[in-house]
C-alpha cells in the first residue's frame, strides 16, 4: 500500500528504497542512451533506447511524464516532446542534447535530466554554458539543508549562472544588479526544482501556514517557495536557455540590455540549452544525492567515448 503524505516528506524507508531504485534504472538507462547517442539518429530512438532500457532491464513499466528528448535549438523548449509528433528531430553533428526522463518503480518515479554534445565532445562553448549550470547545482547542493528557503536556494543558482556567464563575457555588470533587473528569468525561466514522489511534481507545494507563491520574475514559477525540512525529496534542476523571444525581450529592454554582450551572445543565439537534474533527499546535515549518473565535462566525455552499436 503506498503511503501518502501531503506534506510530502519522506517517512518510511520503503519509499526512500524504491525512489532510489527508480533513480538507479533512470541514471542507468540514461547512461546506455549516451553511449549509443550519435549524430544523425533521431530523437525519438533515444527515447526508445531509453524506454527499452528501464523496461527490459529496469523492470520499470512506466514512466513518470512524457519523455523530453531535445537537441540542438528545441533545447530552449522547456517542455518539448509534448506536441501531437515528440520527439522526431534528426540529431545532428554538434548539437548539444537535453534528455530528460524519469521511470516510474511501484508507483514512484524519478527525474532526471542529462545534458551532452551529441558527438561525446564538447566544444569551448558548450563546456561554457554546462560549467556554469553545473556550478549553480554543486553551490545549492552544497548549502541544502534542513531550515533553508527553497526561493533563496534558487536565487543563490540564478546568481551562479549569471557570474559564470559574466565570466565568459556574455554579460557584463554587477550579478545582484542583473538579478533585481530580472535577467536571470531571461536564461532560465523555471523554477529550481519541485518536490518529488508518487507524483513528478508532487504534492504540499504551497500549504497553509507555510510562505506564499513569490511574485518576482523566475520565483514566481517555483513550485514550492517553502523551508526544507529533513526527508523531503526534491529535485535540483538549475538550466541556461538562448530562448528566442526572451532574448530579444531584454536586447530591447533598456534595463536589461545594458548587462548584455550582444556581440557574444549572437554566438549562442542556435545553442539551445542546457539542464542539469539530480534527485535529492534532504537529510538532518545536508542531502543525499541518489543521482548515479556522469556530470562533470570529463565525466561525460570519457562515458561517451565507449560508443555501443545501435541495435
Given at each position: 500500500?503506498?503511503?501518502?503524505?501531503?506534506?510530502?516528506?519522506?517517512?518510511?524507508?520503503?519509499?526512500?528504497e524504491?525512489?532510489?531504485?527508480?533513480?538507479?534504472?533512470?541514471?542507468?538507462a540514461?547512461?546506455?542512451v549516451?553511449?549509443?547517442?550519435?549524430?544523425?539518429?533521431?530523437?525519438?530512438?533515444?527515447?526508445?533506447?531509453?524506454?527499452?532500457?528501464?523496461?527490459?532491464?529496469g523492470?520499470?513499466?512506466?514512466v513518470?511524464?512524457?519523455?523530453?528528448?531535445?537537441?540542438?535549438?528545441?533545447?530552449?523548449?522547456?517542455?518539448?516532446?509534448?506536441?501531437t509528433?515528440p520527439n522526431?528531430?534528426?540529431?545532428?553533428?554538434?548539437d548539444?542534447?537535453?534528455?530528460?526522463?524519469?521511470a516510474?518503480?511501484?508507483?514512484?518515479?524519478?527525474?532526471?535530466?542529462?545534458s551532452?554534445?551529441?558527438?561525446g565532445?564538447?566544444?569551448?562553448?558548450?563546456?561554457?554554458?554546462?560549467?556554469?549550470?553545473l556550478?549553480a547545482?554543486?553551490?545549492?547542493?552544497?548549502?541544502?539543508?534542513?531550515?533553508v528557503?527553497?526561493?533563496?536556494?534558487?536565487?543563490?543558482?540564478?546568481?551562479?549562472t549569471?557570474?559564470e556567464?559574466?565570466?565568459?563575457?556574455?554579460?557584463?555588470?554587477?550579478v545582484?544588479?542583473?538579478?533585481e533587473?530580472g535577467?536571470?528569468a531571461?536564461?532560465?525561466?523555471?523554477g529550481?526544482?519541485?518536490?518529488?514522489?508518487i507524483?513528478?511534481?508532487d504534492v504540499?507545494?504551497?500549504?497553509?501556514?507555510?510562505?506564499?507563491?513569490?511574485?518576482?520574475?523566475?520565483v514566481?514559477a517555483?513550485?514550492?517557495?517553502?523551508?526544507?525540512e529533513?526527508?523531503?525529496?526534491?529535485?535540483?534542476?538549475?538550466?541556461?536557455?538562448?530562448?528566442?523571444?526572451l532574448?530579444?525581450?531584454a536586447?530591447?529592454?533598456?534595463?536589461?540590455?545594458?548587462?548584455?554582450?550582444?556581440k557574444?551572445?549572437?554566438?549562442?543565439?542556435?545553442?539551445g540549452?542546457?539542464?542539469?537534474?539530480?534527485?535529492?533527499?534532504v537529510?538532518?546535515r545536508?542531502i543525499?544525492?541518489?543521482t548515479?549518473?556522469?556530470r562533470?565535462?570529463?565525466?561525460?566525455e570519457?562515458?561517451?567515448?565507449k560508443?555501443?552499436?545501435v541495435?
Open positions: 500500500m503506498l503511503f501518502l503524505c501531503f506534506s510530502r516528506v519522506i517517512k518510511t524507508d520503503y519509499e526512500k524504491v525512489m532510489r531504485y527508480a533513480t538507479k534504472v533512470t541514471c542507468n540514461h547512461k546506455s549516451m553511449a549509443k547517442c550519435k549524430p544523425f539518429m533521431y530523437e525519438y530512438q533515444c527515447e526508445a533506447n531509453f524506454l527499452h532500457y528501464a523496461y527490459y532491464v523492470g520499470c513499466r512506466h513518470g511524464y512524457n519523455n523530453i528528448c531535445c537537441s540542438g535549438m528545441n533545447g530552449a523548449v522547456l517542455h518539448y516532446g509534448h506536441a509528433e522526431s528531430k534528426e540529431i545532428h553533428d554538434g548539444m542534447c537535453l534528455f530528460d526522463m524519469g516510474s518503480y511501484s508507483g514512484y518515479t524519478a527525474d532526471v535530466t542529462v551532452f554534445p551529441a558527438n565532445k564538447f566544444t569551448d562553448d558548450q563546456r561554457a554554458i554546462y560549467n556554469a549550470v556550478a547545482s554543486r553551490a545549492v547542493m552544497n548549502a541544502i539543508k534542513p531550515g528557503s527553497w526561493v533563496d536556494m534558487h536565487i543563490l543558482a540564478n546568481k551562479v549569471l557570474r556567464l559574466r565570466e565568459i563575457d556574455l554579460l557584463r555588470g554587477d545582484d544588479e542583473m538579478y533587473a535577467l536571470a531571461i536564461f532560465q525561466p523555471h529550481l526544482g519541485h518536490l518529488l514522489g507524483d513528478v511534481h504540499g507545494g504551497y500549504l497553509e501556514g507555510h510562505p506564499d507563491r513569490p511574485l518576482k520574475p523566475g514566481k517555483l513550485r514550492t517557495a517553502r523551508n526544507l529533513a526527508g523531503m525529496a526534491l529535485t535540483v534542476e538549475p538550466g541556461c536557455y538562448f530562448i528566442e523571444p532574448l530579444k525581450r536586447l530591447s529592454d533598456p534595463v536589461l540590455s545594458r548587462f548584455l554582450n550582444e557574444v551572445l549572437k554566438r549562442f543565439w542556435k545553442f540549452g542546457v539542464r542539469i537534474e539530480d534527485n535529492i533527499f537529510t538532518e545536508g543525499e544525492n541518489y548515479p549518473v556522469p562533470t565535462v570529463e565525466e561525460i570519457e562515458w561517451m567515448s560508443k555501443e552499436t541495435a
